[in-house]
């Protein structure tokens, strides 16, 4: 599902799609994505032409564990049934 990351800095957009060969975005999953991580306290966005890269611009404190939270907290959501969004 993730076709990209990229960003600057602390500044990330992980860009979301169905099909990583033709990169066709994930317009209804990321949303999904972006509830979830709120449901379990990360907030994230969207952002992009068609809505499928989450954006993470975390507070000039985030730290190594923080970073671990995410990656876990994330994968754990990635795990979930998405293909009903």
Known sequence: MIGD????????????VRDRDSREP??????????????????????????????????LVFSEADADLFIATLDSVLDEDLAKP
Request: glycine fraction near 14%.
């Open 5 to 16: 990351v990229r960003g600057s800095g602390l500044f990330l957009g992980i860009d979301l």
């Open 26 to 59: 994930a317009m209804m999953q990321a949303p999904y994505i972006v509830n979830r991580l709120r449901d379990r306290g990360i907030l994230t966005g969207t952002d992009g032409p068609y809505h499928n890269v989450v954006k993470l611009r975390p507070p």
